[in-house]
């Protein structure tokens, strides 16, 4: 299937283009102040290689897969619009007392731990634009209250006099009952129509999130409403420019949950975090097709440095509290960590902490990037570090197309670093490197072991662009490092492994098995009409996006727990209806199972009772993906591709070295490189030092490993 995914990131926005039995990789600059820029120069570079006008291309693409940091960089602008949430009467301050955590919530560690500095993050929406309407909706979706309406009207004319561009509706209960939700839309629609110059969108949070949670879904649906405009407008360029040169098929986005669905069936907040989480899922359909259970994922880029597990052959490992910037939200997303650890990540010396050398979480961005881009950048960035010790070539940076200015590098490092501690620029960049390196490490230990696991049994998959450069150093007690030919695009390549799935999920509480007497659920009219609705919503959105529902696979998901707990656990279902006490059993059983694997066999309940809390479904059409080709083992000898040697630093030296210099590309499967050494791609450099060596296998893989 010719296919194009796009993954754009803080730095460098990233293509995999399949045509016509090919594989190409891409990458060019991000474009901050017109995202549509960046994404059609990368195509045009990609239809390029081809010898191709864009125009040319696009006719013949069937799928384009987009990944996106829209949603968390407009956050960060607070470039939002004005809006007003409509909420019941009495709960007007829920989204501004918040939960306990509101107070750290999105917050690192170092800052949690400052708590004298701590306060509440500014809310989206303020007071003075916060009303309560009189209506009331029981825990049990019973009308106990009707809707004012006269009330409704005049506390909207009240809030577009004070400039509500956008109202978000979330009443007590409306997911269970929607009829007071949608007749509040209905008068804010007929008092400010459609067709209006003062038009005014309208976001129901029971129809962003039908789950149970009132400030985790009000304050999911006031991020929808709060990106919904800055994201139509970036997406609806770069639809317009598809159009325009040829392109006929959907345009397809990633999101959280590890789904895709068409970008006019998405909300916002859906997107947040798609670009890890399609590494995460590329990841884990490398690790079936090479036989590994367990991976750490990870992908250093210029802004961020993400890591995600694949564990026991699945990705599904989701937030129990996600938080998207300083907010929780009710929707569903997979779990990777991101941290401020990449290319162009800002080191600094803090003279408050004695002065501490800090690299991150600022970064230099690629406008205007690291000093050695020559592009008005003046701040000392890990890629200046690697370029002063040696370890990136000046004159092959994206295989030429870049030029760096090492003397830039030298003069931001010897300017912000090396004269404030009164050392060497060597050492400086040394200490950039061996820092960064630090915290990478850090995060991948953190997010193995506070999930229980033991290192040991992982291997470690090596993305992003800066990912190979630094492997070395943040692979830690890891054994195994494997690098990919797609290493430089790695959350691009994993969005086209990934199935066209949409996920549906909704709050009802029922009881599997009662406590005490441990007796079976025994009417399953619940759960089975629960399951049937999810289903006909899954399949009208795959008619939306012109699928054939007989392609179609169905996956059920519970949020489950014992009786006396709070936490919910969410457990694969083994079946999609229920027709018997077996089947019942079965579920219990799985849930136990996956239980007592993610927590203690010591800890699980069943004479506490088995509940249900949600129900979610995921509807999944495949597609065809990228494969492994295995290829014939040739010599051990790497002579083919050694192109030279230049001065690479190397701690263990404490000095520079002359090192060769090996071109990948022309490495083969059987070649092995014993460190130290410099491995060059057009979009990556690999760093392997002394202490190391570096080999192809029979899939072309690179592994790197002491």
């Known amino acids: 299937m010719n296919s194009i995914d796009i993954d754009v990131g803080g730095t460098f926005t990233d293509l995999v283009l399949n045509y016509n039995g090919k594989t190409l990789i891409k990458k060019v600059p991000t474009t901050p102040y017109d995202l549509s820029v960046c994404f059609s120069r990368v195509i045009e570079e990609g239809a390029g290689s081809l010898s191709m006008k864009i125009e040319e291309l696009l006719p013949g693409i069937e799928m384009i897969r987009y990944s996106t940091t829209i949603a968390m960089n407009r956050l960060i602008e607070k470039k939002g619009p004005r809006l007003a949430l409509i909420t019941t009467e009495g709960h007007e301050d829920v989204v501004l007392i918040g939960r306990g955590a509101q107070w750290i919530d999105g917050t690192r560690v170092a800052e949690r731990r400052n708590l004298a500095v701590q306060r509440k993050p500014d809310p989206l929406i303020p007071r003075d634009m916060i009303v309560g309407v009189k209506e009331r909706v029981d825990s049990r979706g019973r009308v106990i209250r009707p809707l004012d309406e006269d009330d409704v009207r005049k506390k909207v004319r009240h809030l577009v006099n004070r400039g509500a561009r956008g109202f978000v509706v979330s009443l007590l209960w409306g997911f269970l009952n929607p009829v007071h939700e949608k007749r509040v839309k209905e008068i804010i629609r007929d008092e400010y129509k459609e067709f209006h110059i003062g038009y005014l969108p309208v976001v129901l949070a029971g129809q962003v999130v039908g789950k149970l949670g009132e400030y985790e879904r009000s304050l999911a649906a006031i991020l929808d409403a709060y990106l919904q405009r800055s994201m139509q407008i970036e997406l609806s360029a770069m639809w317009d420019k598809l159009r325009e040169r040829g392109y006929k098929k959907p ?174 620029v060597e050492e ?60 430089p695009v790695f959350c691009a390549f994993g969005s086209s492994t990934m199935d066209i799935m949409h996920v549906h999920e909704v709050s009802k509480k029922l009881t599997l098995m009662e406590p005490v007497s441990q007796k079976l659920m025994e009417d399953y009219a619940a759960f089975n009409s629960s399951v049937a609705t999810l289903m006909e919503h899954a399949q009208r959105d795959l008619r939306g996006d012109g699928l054939d529902l007989a392609d179609a696979s169905y996956i059920l998901e519970l949020d489950m727990l014992y009786g006396g707990q709070f936490h919910v656990k969410r457990a694969l279902s083994p079946r999609l209806s229920i027709a018997s006490a077996a089947d019942v059993k079965a579920i219990c059983d799985a849930f136990e199972k996956e239980f007592s694997e993610a927590f203690s066999p010591f800890v699980v309940n069943p004479e506490g009772g088995v509940f249900i809390e949600s129900f979610i479904l995921k509807a999944v059409v495949p597609v065809r993906k990228i494969e492994l080709p295995t290829m014939k083992l040739e010599g051990a000898s790497a002579a083919a591709a050694r192109k030279g040697e230049r001065p690479v630093y190397w701690p263990s030296a404490k000095d520079f070295q002359s090192t060769p210099v090996y071109a990948n590309d022309l490495l083969r499967p059987g070649n092995v490189i014993e460190g130290p050494a410099v491995v060059e791609s057009e979009y990556t450099t690999l760093v392997v030092p002394p202490s190391m060596r570096f080999s192809i296998d029979e899939r072309g893989l690179g592994i790197l490993q002491a």
């Open 251 to 424: 345009l397809l986005m990633i999101q959280s949950s590890g789904g895709i669905a068409e970008v006019f069936r998405t909300t916002a907040s859906r997107t947040f975090n798609s670009g890890p989480v399609s590494g995460l899922m590329g990841a884990h359909h490398v690790a079936k097709t090479l036989g590994y259970k367990n991976v750490v994922m990870t992908d250093m880029g210029g802004t961020s440095f993400d890591v995600g597990l694949v564990v026991e052959d699945s990705v599904r490992s989701y937030d129990f509290r996600p938080i998207i910037d300083k907010w929780m939200v009710g929707i569903t997303m997979i779990k990777t960590l991101s941290i401020g650890a990449g290319g162009g990540s800002i080191a600094s010396v803090n003279r408050l902490l004695k002065n501490q050398v800090q690299v991150g979480p600022k970064s230099a961005g690629s406008m205007p990037g690291p000093a050695c881009f020559s592009l008005g950048g003046t701040e000392a960035t890990v890629t200046d570090a690697d370029l002063v010790l040696g370890y990136l070539n000046p004159d092959f940076y994206f295989g030429g197309k870049m030029r760096l200015d090492k003397n830039r590098s030298i003069q931001a490092i010897r300017d912000k670093v090396a004269k404030p501690l009164g050392i060497s």
């Open 428 to 487: 400086s960049a040394e200490m950039i490197r061996k820092i960064v390196n630090g915290n990478m490490a850090s995060a991948i230990m953190k997010e193995v072991h506070l999930r229980g696991y033991s290192p040991e049994d992982f291997i470690l998959f090596v993305g992003g662009g800066a990912g190979p450069t630094h492997a070395e150093g943040f692979k830690a007690d890891i054994e195994k490092a494997v690098t990919f030919a797609f290493s």
